[in-house]
Structure formats: C-alpha cells, structure tokens
C-alpha cells in the first residue's frame, strides 16, 4: 500500500495505463502545465495541448477513439462540457448502438466539477444528472484517491465512452489551479479522507456500477457521491450521538447505477436520504426514488441537492451546497 | 484607463488579502485597447466582455464601488454577489459579461440584431482573447454577422497566451486572413499605443455604425498578470528556486520511469516547458508595453495638472474599496468566510 492525494491517484493510475498501453493519449487544454510529468515522461506526441475549442477536440476525441485509440480527453471543468455536448451526447454515446454494437468508442472524458472554493455558478456545476440521463454514456464520480485510480483504470479499459469527474476540493491540483492560486490567505472545508489515502501498489480496475458501503447503520440509508459521501459521513457521526444509526452509501457510478444495493440497503432501513450537489429535479435524486418505488419498497424518502443556480458569495454558496447541518436536519425529519 | 489599472491593482490586492474567492482574471495590460475602443461608444450601444469583463464595466460607467463589491460576493454588489467577477451584468449600461471562452460573439450579435430592429445606428461591440479565437461559436458569429450585416465590432486583445500555451503552436493561418475569408474585415493594431487603437477602432467603428456590417480588431497586448491571479508558470517565473523545487523530484521520476517516450520526445518537452517558461519570464520585465505608462509620457499637460489628476483616480477608488469594506462588515452575508 501508499499513500497518495486525490490528484497525484488519478495521475499515477493514468501514468500506468499509458506506460502499458501506447494507445492511451490524453488531449486537451493547457495539458503541458496541468500534467507536466506525463508530458515531460510521453512527449507531446502522447500528451497534446489542444486549442480552446471543446466542440472540436472533443469531437476528435470521439472520432480518435473510433479509429483505435484510447484517448483520455481533458475538459478542465464539466461546465466546459457544455460548449462541446454534440461530440458527447449525439456521437460518443450512439455509435455503439448505431453500428450495430459493431463500433465502440473507448473514449475518457476528464473534467473537475462540484463547489465549495468560490467560483461562481458557471464553473462549479455537477452535470452529472444530464450525462447520465443519455444511453450510452457511462459517468463516474470518486470519493477517494484508491476508487479515483480504481474507476480511471477502470474506465481507460472500458470499450465504451466514460466521463470521469474529479471533485474540485477533492483534487488539490484543480483547487490549487482555479481556487488558492497560491495562495496562503484562503481555506477551505477539505474532506480529509477525500484528499489523501491508502492506494495499492500497481491498480487494478475497480468495476464501474458498483456501489461502496462507507458506514453501516439500521435506520436511515444516506446515499451519494464525491464530496457529498464525506459530508454524509460526517452527518451520520453527528445523528449518532443522537441515537439515529444511518448507513452511508457510496454510489461511485451515476450510470451505470447500483440499483441492487439501494433496493437492498433501504430494504433494511426503510428510509433513504439522498445527498446530491448535482440540481434537484430530473436527475440522480429522483432516480433513486423511482428505483425505490419501481422495486416496490415503501421508504420514506428526502433528498439534499442544489436547488438553483449556485451562487458566487462564497457564504451563499455554501448554504447552497449538500453540508452537513442540511443533511443532518433532513435525516432527523425522516426519522419523524 | 489609470481608473481601470488602480481598480485592478486595489482588487488583486483583496484577492491576495483572501477577500475574494475563486479565480482572477484581471486585464491590467490591455487598458489601452479597452479604452481605445470603448470611447467610440454612446448610449445604447451594446458591450459583450469574456471572463475578463471589468475594465470595460468600470469604462462602461458602472459604480466603482458596485464592481469591487461584486467581486467580493456581498449583497450589494452590482449582481446581489450572485455572479462574481467572470460572470457581471449591467442592464442599464447595456452590458454582459460570460466565463465561457468564445461566448461573447454570439451574443454580441444577438445585440446587433436588437440594435438593428430597435435601435438603428446603434453597434454591439464583442470582447474576447485570441485564444478564443478556435471556439467554434466565435468563428460562427463571426459568419453570422457577415450575412446578416450586423453592426457588430468584434475586438481580439491577443497576448499571445491561451491559458499558458502559446497560441501560435495552437492556432491555423493568419487570423487577419481568417476572419476575411468569414466576410468580416480585419486589422491588427499595436494594442499598447491607446491612440493608434482609438484611431482605428474609431474608423471601423463608425463603418459598422453606417450598417456597412460587422469588423474586426486585432490588438496585442501583454498582460503582466497573464491568465489569471495566481497563473501557476508566472509563479515560477517571478520565483523559480522555490516554485520549481517542489516540481524537479516528480519531474525526474516521471522522465526516468519505464515504458516513457523516447528521449527525443523528452528532450522535446522538457524544452517546450522551457521554452513556455522563457517567455513569461520575459512579460514580467514588459514595462515598455505598459499602455498606462506609455501615454503617461505622451501627454502634453503639466506635471502638476498630471499630478492632480491621478490623485484624483487615486481617492476614486480608494472610496469605492473603502465603500466595500464597510459593507463586508457589516453585511450578515458578504465577504469571505473562507478567509482565515
């Protein structure tokens, strides 16, 4: 085992899939500053700073992808996603189906995303609700540096598109670029066990879909991703010490979706709480209650989520954002 | 333009202070080219700016205060704090801004297409980099308003930077040449000299206001700060021992592991990195292509009027930061709460 960030994960994992593998190329913006040691180590011929023109490198992407390549294509921030949603929504995610299922397009889409240092509504976004609400596309979303190196490793191999989102407060080298610039005057609210831990020695692929159990508990299912797993974590240590066991569960993928291990936990619990920094309507948070009625389990249900657009005062945003006295406050109603 | 520069300076200071969250991108460095063009400008002409939008609010007209005010996200900022400084709007002044590389075209000429139904004579003028240059939805504006003649006057403040790759190493042809061949006219201008920029923006200008159709403006500059506040390889270049330290060990590792590229290809980047590196360093000692400085030296009144004038701007913003300190004090919601 070592130990290793969120950030210095996702490259290390990255680095062995392109040392294994000469078909692996990472494009995208600024990529000579922002992943300097694989582009000194490859060369620019495998590490390709592009233009800024999302709609075209992303669409390259695809078409790279389909010609045998396995590029893992860099958006700096999922907002960006928006700009180049054609090559992702029209093209990545139905040439499979298309073809016949005779054509794939093993393509990464690297992007950071998700709030908490202050960068307005336009560059802090989850997304991740639209991504997988298209067929075709798979989104994952770690908590921690082993699944971040685990699901990459993972995604690098699947024979499908997959984009992959690293948490902004979770990957120091996102907050480091877009948040403290250096600086030593600012501070943010890190979920530790996010930013560092224990990694294996080499990675090995960490199945896409599958969810992880982060706490164990008998009344209440909490549920979620990335930086919302930590603050759920931290909230089911709170309603302990009130006497209210919750279980928390990391989902790890949106799509595909571990509906089994919802269906199971809240089966035991009867009560599911959904903690979500993506928008609340139309996305992960109501497609875990229809999962819950679809398998017809009578649970009482609440979700925490973003209900608008995120502000940029930092103070706002905040209260914007899943934390832990919203989750908290949710949970104990539930319990009602 | 001494206002934009002072406003800019009083800002990154409250950013360093940690009083601001986020990115900065400031354009200390291109004041010339703002103010060149923006002068040209009367009521209900319409301004689209980039991320880099508040110098040509502050020229606008909008409220000094309400602009550093908005930066620091308080309630009484110009957008309530709900937008911060990449993303500032003014509906009185007829101006917008955008975070997204390339948006302003295409809104631009949204504006245009107003202007033509209901304010005729009235232009849009659109701001951007030229690293936006390769966005898709600008060349396509650019199209857009050639066959719809558009009174739009799109403006490129071209540092030769897109973030911190070197444009020319990501950019095709000429971009004279390419907006022509869009149907768009096109000129460079030394961005520095603020009368060459006045006297071409102004021709072109009144071109498009005579509904001739849209035209283009190339003018460089070099921005001191570069991208934005905190600009990772700028850091290096102002301290190279200490920044670049931390960055050998991984560096060597990664050149020296199994299953790299060949030494060829290392060499290759490593001299790119080096290359990259250079040149910033070399923006940092641009004291020449200080557009404020520059026409400090060319105006012809007396060092005492000189002198008047800019402790004037001086005490304008020092009013307006002060104004937004005692709203972040007293404002429940307002300021940094992230600042230790």
Not at chain 1, 163 to 191: K, M
Not at chain 2, 139 to 155: G, H, I, Q, T, Y
Not at chain 2, 251 to 266: D, E, K, M, N, P
Request: hydrophobic letters at 45%.
């Amino acid at each position: 085992m070592r130990k290793m960030t969120y950030a210095q994960a996702i490259e290390d994992a990255l680095a062995q899939a392109m040392a294994a593998d000469e078909r692996v190329v990472i494009f995208g913006e600024d990529v000579h500053t922002l992943r300097m040691n694989l582009y000194a180590r490859f060369g620019e011929h495998r590490v390709r700073p592009t233009p800024i023109s999302e709609a075209g490198f992303l669409g390259a992407a695809v078409g790279a992808a389909m010609a045998g390549l396995r590029p893992v294509a860099e958006l700096i921030m999922i907002d960006f996603f928006a700009v180049a949603a054609d090559a992702l929504i029209n093209h990545a995610a139905k040439i499979e189906t298309f073809s016949g299922g005779r054509w794939k397009v093993p393509l990464v889409v690297r992007a950071g995303c998700g709030g908490g240092y202050g960068d307005g509504g336009q560059h802090q976004q989850a997304l991740w609700g639209l991504l997988a609400h298209i067929p075709g596309l798979k989104v994952v979303v770690p908590s921690t540096p082993a699944d971040a190196g685990g699901l990459l490793t993972a995604a690098i191999a699947d024979e499908g598109p997959v984009v992959f989102l690293e948490h902004q407060l979770l990957a120091e080298d996102w907050l480091e670029y877009l948040g403290s610039g250096g600086r030593t005057t600012v501070s943010y609210d890190i979920p530790v066990a996010g930013r560092e831990g224990e990694v294996p020695d080499l990675w090995e692929p960490i199945e896409l879909g599958k969810a992880a159990t982060r706490r164990e508990g008998s009344d209440l299912t909490i549920a979620g991703v990335g930086v919302g797993i930590h603050r759920a974590v931290e909230a089911a240590e709170l309603l302990s010490l009130e006497g209210i066991s919750s279980s928390v569960l990391d989902l790890r993928s949106i799509a595909p979706l571990d509906r089994d291990a919802i269906v199971t936990d809240v089966g035991r619990t009867s009560r599911l709480l959904v903690v979500d920094e993506d928008y609340r309507d139309y996305g992960l948070a109501g497609e875990l209650a229809a999962t819950l009625l679809e398998a017809g389990l009578p649970a009482c249900y609440a979700r925490v989520t973003v209900e608008g657009t995120i502000p940029f005062d930092p103070a706002r945003e905040r209260a914007s954002l899943p934390n832990v006295n919203r989750i908290a406050t949710a949970a104990r109603r539930l319990m009602e | 333009m001494l206002i934009c520069r002072r406003i800019e300076e009083a800002i990154a200071g409250l950013w360093q202070e940690g009083r601001i969250s986020g990115e900065m991108h400031l354009g200390i460095g291109e004041e010339g080219i703002n103010a060149g063009v923006l002068d040209h400008l009367g009521d209900g002409d319409a301004v689209s700016l980039d991320h880099r939008g508040t110098a040509g609010m502050v020229l606008r007209g909008v409220d000094l205060s309400a602009i550093v005010k908005e930066c620091m996200g308080l309630t009484d900022g110009l957008c309530n704090g709900m937008g911060g400084h990449m993303h500032l709007y003014s509906k009185d002044h007829f101006a917008a801004s955008s975070g997204i590389v390339g948006a302003a075209g295409p809104t631009a000429c949204g504006f245009a297409l107003a202007q033509q139904h209901l304010r005729p004579g009235r232009v849009a003028v659109a701001f951007f980099g030229e690293g936006a240059m390769n966005q898709g939805m600008l060349m396509e504006s650019m199209n857009l308003a050639a066959v719809w003649k558009l009174p739009v006057f799109f403006v490129c403040r071209d540092n030769g930077l897109a973030i911190t790759t070197f444009s020319a190493s990501v950019t095709g042809g000429d971009l004279e040449e390419r907006v022509r061949g869009l149907g768009v006219p096109g000129k460079r201008v030394n961005g520095v000299d603020v009368e060459a920029v006045w006297h071409v923006a102004g021709d072109m200008i009144d071109r498009v206001r005579r509904g001739k159709g849209p035209a283009f403006l190339r003018a460089t500059c070099i921005r001191p700060e570069g991208h934005f506040l905190g600009d990772p390889l700028i850091r290096i270049a102002r301290s190279p021992l200490d920044r670049l330290k931390p960055r050998v060990g991984p560096l060597f590792s990664a050149v020296t592991s199994t299953g790299s590229g060949t030494v060829v290809q290392q060499v290759k980047s490593l001299g790119k990195i080096a290359c990259i590196l250079g040149r910033i360093t070399l923006s940092q000692f641009g004291f020449r292509h200080d557009p404020v400085l520059r026409l400090r030296k060319r105006l012809k009144i007396a060092p005492e009027e000189l002198a008047e004038l800019e402790s004037e701007v001086e005490q304008l913003v020092k009013k307006a930061v002060k104004e937004a300190m005692r709203s972040a004090k007293t404002s429940e919601q307002g300021g940094v709460p992230c600042a230790r």
